[in-house]
C-alpha cells in the first residue's frame, strides 16, 4: 500500500498506510489501554478508553487509537493532560456502571481514579459493553447467537428474545474474550450451561474415559466447517495426548522410526 | 391537444384559483375540510370548472392556518375554518370584495391586510425555496414544471459538464443544510473522484429534532425539486442510484414523493437514459424506524443496508467508503433544492445571497413562546432578532423575551445580549450554540433553563445508540445531575460534575449526536449559571417551573377576585370570592401554574 510518515509522541517514523495506530503505539512500546479491543477481531471504537490527540493542519482532536488509520500527516500524543483526563472520566463511567467487575476498579486505580463521583448501579451485573462476545461470536466464529438489543441506555447483549439460543454452539470463545467475567459458563456433569445466555448444551463424553468434554453442536459445527472426517474418533483431548504418548514411546530417537510411527498413527485415523 | 398545450391550458393567466394550505399545521385545524368544502360550494353554484381549487404545501404561516389564497387577486385569508367558506365565495369569487373578518389584524393596530406581500411576517422574509409551495399542488409534476421546475436538470445534462456543475456548486458556497454545514461542492468532488462504482446519492430526510419541520415542509410540498437536486448532483458525481431515507414518521412525505418519483420518471425525468441521453438516475425511499440517531451520515447508511441505525468513526469518509462501502454522497432536504436555483439563477447571483462564509438562505421552523410560529426563510447573516421580533412579531403575549433555542438537541440557548447575533454556520457556534438545520424556539421569563438542559439531555439519553462510553455513560450521569437540581437535591459539586461530564462527552463521542449532546447544558451553563445555583444554593426555581422548588401564591394587592383562577385549578386549590383575595391551598397545588396562565392582573406570584 505504501509507507507513509508520521509522529508518534513527538517520534517520527514511516509505516504502511492504513494501519491501526493502536498496533503502531505499541509496537514501539507505548502504553495505551484497551477494554474492547482484540487482536483477532475488527477495531469497535466502543470503550473510548484507547483514545489519543491526533492533530492534522490546524485542527487537534481526541480520536480512539484502535480505529484510527495512519495516513499521510497524522501527527499523534498519546499521553497528553487532556488524553489523561478522558481515560479517567471513561474508567469512573465505566465503574460507576459495573461495580462488580473488578478489572475495571483495578484499572480505574491504575489510571488514577479513586472511586466513581456517580451512584453505582447495581442492575446490569459487569457488562460494559464492549460488544467483544458479539463480535467474536459474528466475525470469528461465525454462528451470530448474540447481538446489541435496544438503544443508548437501554442497550444489552442478548439472544434473541432473551430466551435459549438454539444456534449457540457452546464453544465458550464470548468466556473466553469478555474482559470482565460477565459472561459466565458452567460444565455440570454432561451439560454446558451458559447461564449468561440461558443457554444449556449436551455434551459428547469421551469415548475413552467417558468425560464430558465437548457440546454435540460444536462438534457438529466443525465437522460441517471441517469435513466429515474430523472427529471420528470422539476421544477427549486429555486420553488423545495419552495416546498420541503412547505411540511414541513405542519408538526410539531414531528419526525414520518416528515419522514411521506418525504415519501409521496417522494412518490409524484413515 | 400536446402535453404543452394541455398544461398551459390547465395553468390559464389569470385563471381563478383558490389555494388551500395543506401544510401539518393547517391540516390539523381542518385545511382538507376547507378545501372539501370549496370544492362542493363551487360546484352547487355551478363554478366547478371556472374554479380551480389546489391544496398546496405548507405555506409558512401556521400560526395563521387554515390559510387560504384566491388567485388572481392574491388575496389570502387566515384561520379559514370550513363554515367560512360560503361567505367567501359569494363575497370574494362571485362578488369582488373582501371579508374583512377572516383577513389578517396588524398586531396593536386596527390595520387589515390581506396581500401576503404586506403581511411583516411575509415581507421580512427572503422565500428563495419555499414560496414555491404556494404555488403548487405537490401531486402535480406539471404544477411543477409550470414555475420553472425541471429546467436547471435540463440545463445541466444538456448543456453543462459535470465538472463544471460541482465548480458552480462550489463557488456558489452551499454549505450543507443538515446543521453540519460542510461546503457541498467540496463534498461533491471528493466523491466525484472517490474510486468504486456505482456510487451513490442520498437525501438525507430524517429530520429528527424535535420541532423542526422545514423538511417535513420540502418534502411534503414541493418534492419534486428534491428529486431534481438530486439528479442533478448524481449527474455531477457520476452516480446512478440514489436514496431518499425518509423518517418513519412522514407517511405523507413518503407518499408526495413516491407519487412524484412516478410522474418523473412517467416524463422520462428520472430513470433510465433520461431525457433521451446516456445519464440514468433511479430513486428509491427507504423509510427508518423512529430512530434519531438515523440522522447522522454512517448510522443512516447502515439503516439502509439493513442495520441497526449505529454511527462508526469517520476516519474514512463516506464519500470514500459509504453505503455498501462505496463512495457515497449524502446531503441534507433543503441542500439538495438549492441546486436547481444554483443552476438556474448562476453560482455569482446565489452567492450575493447571505454572509461571508454562509451564502445563501436558510429556511427556519419558528415556534415557542412567539407570536407568529411557522416556518421562514431569510438570507444567512440576519440577526435573530429580527426574526423573532421583525418576522415573529415579539414574544407570545407580549411576556419578557428570556431565550432563544438554536439547532435542536445538538443546539444552545442564547441569551438576551446576543440577540444581535447574525444568524449563519459560525457566529452561532462561536457564541456556544450551532444553527442547526434550523429549528429554533423562542422563550420566555416563564422558562426554566435548566429544565430546558434536562428536557433535552433526556431526550438524547433514549435516542443514543449506545455504542460507547462517553454518549451512553456520560449522558445517563447527565440526565441524573439535571434531575437532581430540578428536583431540589442537588448541590454545588452537581453542577460542576455536570460541566465537567458534559465536555468529556463533547469530546470523547465517535459521532455528532455524542459530540453536540451537552450543548443544551453547557449552553445554558455558560449563559444562566444563577439558574443552576439558584436550584441548588437557594433551593429556588426562579421560573416558577420546577415543581419541588416553587411555591404558588397570589399577591392580594394585585388580585382583583375575577375567579379566572378558581376556574383554571385542576385540584380545586384555590378559594375565594368576589371582592375577597384569591388564596392558594400549598396542601392542594401541584404546582400546574395554570393559575398563572389564566390570571389577566399578574397576580399569581412563585417564589
Known amino acids: 500500500m505504501g509507507l507513509v510518515k508520521t509522529i508518534i509522541d513527538v517520534k517520527e517514523i514511516e509505516v504502511e498506510r ?253 | 391537444m400536446s402535453d404543452r398545450e394541455r398544461m398551459q391550458a390547465a395553468r390559464k393567466q389569470g385563471k381563478p384559483c383558490v389555494t388551500i394550505c395543506g401544510g401539518s399545521g393547517c391540516r390539523a385545524n381542518r385545511g382538507l375540510e376547507v378545501a372539501e368544502a370549496f370544492r362542493n360550494i363551487l360546484k352547487k353554484k355551478l363554478l366547478g370548472e371556472e374554479v380551480d381549487v389546489r391544496i398546496t404545501g405548507c405555506q409558512g404561516f401556521c400560526a395563521q392556518g387554515p390559510l387560504v389564497v384566491l388567485l388572481p387577486m392574491d388575496t389570502l385569508y387566515v384561520s379559514v375554518t370550513p363554515e367560512d367558506v360560503e361567505e367567501i365565495v359569494t363575497t370574494s369569487i362571485e362578488g369582488d370584495s373582501i371579508v374583512e373578518r377572516l383577513t389578517y389584524q396588524l398586531p396593536g393596530t386596527k390595520k387589515r391586510i390581506f396581500r401576503e406581500s404586506d403581511m411583516p411576517f411575509y415581507a421580512n422574509q427572503h422565500r428563495l ?75 438525507n430526510g430524517d429530520e429528527g429534532d424535535p420541532g423542526a419541520f422545514m423538511d417535513c415542509s420540502i418534502m411534503e410540498g414541493n418534492p419534486h425539486s428534491v428529486l431534481e437536486g438530486m439528479a442533478i448532483g448524481a449527474y455531477a458525481i457520476g452516480s446512478n442510484h440514489g436514496y431518499i431515507y425518509v423518517r418513519y414518521e412522514y407517511p405523507l412525505a413518503v407518499e408526495n414523493l413516491r407519487i412524484a418519483i412516478n410522474q418523473a420518471q412517467e416524463y422520462g425525468l428520472l430513470g ?35 442495520f ?103 443546539g444552545g440557548c442564547l441569551p ?26 423562542v422563550m420566555d421569563d416563564r422558562t426554566c433553563m435548566v429544565e430546558v438542559a434536562r428536557y433535552f439531555t433526556k431526550f438524547l439519553t433514549r435516542e443514543s445508540c449506545g455504542k460507547c462510553t462517553a454518549c451512553r455513560e456520560g449522558l445517563l450521569r447527565m440526565d441524573e445531575l439535571l434531575e437532581k437540581i430540578t428536583c431540589g437535591r442537588g448541590c454545588a459539586e452537581d453542577v460542576g460534575l455536570l460541566e465537567e461530564v458534559g465536555v468529556y462527552v463533547q469530546t470523547n463521542s465517535i459521532c455528532g449526536l455524542g459530540k453536540t449532546a451537552a450543548n443544551p447544558t453547557l449552553s445554558t451553563l455558560k449563559y444562566f449559571k444563577d439558574e443552576y445555583i439558584a436550584h441548588v444554593v437557594s433551593r429556588r426555581c426562579p421560573a416558577g417551573i420546577c415543581s419541588q422548588l416553587t411555591t404558588f401564591s397570589i399577591d392580594g394587592a394585585k388580585c382583583k377576585a375575577c375567579g379566572k383562577c378558581i376556574k383554571s385549578c385542576p385540584v380545586e386549590a384555590v378559594t375565594g370570592g368576589k371582592k375577597v383575595a384569591h388564596i392558594i391551598s400549598q396542601d392542594k397545588c401541584i404546582k400546574c401554574g395554570a393559575c398563572r396562565e389564566v390570571c389577566p392582573f399578574d397576580a399569581v406570584v412563585t417564589m
Open chain 2, 416 to 441: 438576551t445580549n446576543e440577540l444581535d447575533l447574525p444568524v449563519d454556520f459560525d457566529r452561532l457556534t462561536e457564541a456556544g450554540s450551532m444553527m442547526g438545520s434550523g429549528g429554533m424556539i
Open chain 2, 129 to 203: 425555496i419555499i414560496a414555491k409551495n404556494r404555488q403548487m399542488d405537490p401531486h402535480s409534476i406539471d404544477d411543477y414544471i409550470a414555475v420553472g421546475g425541471y429546467g436547471s436538470l435540463v440545463k445541466a445534462i444538456t448543456i453543462m459538464e459535470p465538472d463544471e456543475i460541482i465548480d458552480w456548486v462550489e463557488k456558489s458556497g452551499l454549505r450543507g443544510r443538515g446543521g453540519a454545514g460542510f461546503p457541498t461542492g467540496r463534498k461533491w468532488r471528493a466523491c466525484r473522484q472517490a474510486k468504486g462504482y456505482p456510487k451513490y446519492v442520498l437525501c
Open chain 2, 272 to 306: 433510465d437514459n433520461i431525457l433521451g441521453t446516456d445519464f440514468s438516475f433511479n430513486i428509491r425511499i427507504s423509510r427508518g424506524a423512529g430512530a434519531f440517531v438515523c440522522g447522522e451520515s454512517t448510522a443512516l447508511m447502515a439503516s439502509i443496508e439493513g
Open chain 1, 18 to 270: 492504513d494501519r491501526w495506530a493502536l498496533d503502531v503505539a505499541r509496537e514501539m512500546g507505548i502504553y495505551i489501554p484497551t477494554l474492547c479491543h482484540h487482536p483477532a477481531l475488527q477495531p469497535y471504537g466502543a470503550c473510548r478508553l484507547c483514545v489519543v490527540e491526533v492533530t492534522k493542519g490546524k485542527g487537534t482532536w481526541l480520536a480512539t487509537s484502535c480505529d484510527l488509520p495512519i495516513r499521510e500527516g497524522l501527527s499523534i500524543r498519546t499521553n497528553t493532560p487532556e488524553v489523561i483526563k478522558s481515560r479517567k472520566m471513561t474508567i469512573e463511567l465505566l465503574w460507576a456502571r459495573a461495580p462488580a467487575a473488578e478489572c475495571i476498579q483495578r484499572l480505574a486505580k491504575e489510571l488514577g481514579v479513586e472511586k466513581p463521583r456517580f451512584s453505582l448501579r447495581d442492575d446490569l451485573g459487569r457488562c460494559i459493553l464492549c460488544g467483544l462476545c458479539v463480535r467474536v461470536c459474528n466475525e470469528l466464529i461465525g454462528v451470530s447467537a448474540l447481538s446489541f438489543t435496544m438503544r443508548g441506555v437501554e442497550r444489552k447483549v442478548k439472544t434473541p428474545f432473551d430466551r435459549a439460543s438454539d444456534i449457540c454452539i457452546g464453544c465458550n470463545a464470548c468466556v473466553a474474550v469478555c474482559p470482565t467475567g460477565h459472561v459466565v459458563s458452567v460444565d455440570k456433569g454432561a451439560v454446558r450451561d451458559i447461564e449468561t445466555w440461558k443457554t444449556k448444551l449436551e455434551m459428547v463424553r469421551c469415548e475413552v474415559c467417558g468425560r464430558a468434554y465437548m457440546p454435540v453442536k460444536e462438534l457438529e459445527y466443525l465437522q460441517a466447517k471441517l469435513g466429515e472426517q474430523t472427529f471420528l474418533e470422539k476421544v477427549c483431548p486429555m486420553c488423545r495426548k495419552s495416546q498420541t504418548v503412547a505411540c511414541l514411546e513405542d519408538v526410539t530417537a531414531n528419526k525414520e522410526d518416528i515419522e514411521c510411527a506418525v504415519s501409521e498413527y496417522r494412518g490409524m485415523k484413515n
Open chain 2, 308 to 410: 441497526s441505525g449505529e454511527p462508526r468513526a469517520k476516519h474514512i469518509h463516506t464519500s470514500e467508503k459509504g453505503l455498501f462501502g462505496l463512495p457515497t454522497n449524502l446531503n441534507n432536504v433543503e441542500t439538495w433544492v438549492n441546486v436547481p436555483v444554483i443552476i438556474d439563477k448562476g453560482w455569482q447571483w446565489f452567492a450575493n445571497i447571505g454572509s461571508e462564509n454562509s451564502k445563501g438562505t436558510k429556511v427556519f421552523s419558528l415556534v415557542g413562546k412567539v407570536k407568529n410560529t411557522g416556518l421562514v426563510e431569510v438570507p444567512m447573516g440576519t440577526a435573530l432578532r429580527q426574526i423573532i421580533y421583525d418576522i415573529g412579531g415579539g414574544v407570545a403575549g407580549n411576556r419578557r423575551f428570556k431565550a432563544v433555542q438554536t439547532g435542536g438537541p445538538s
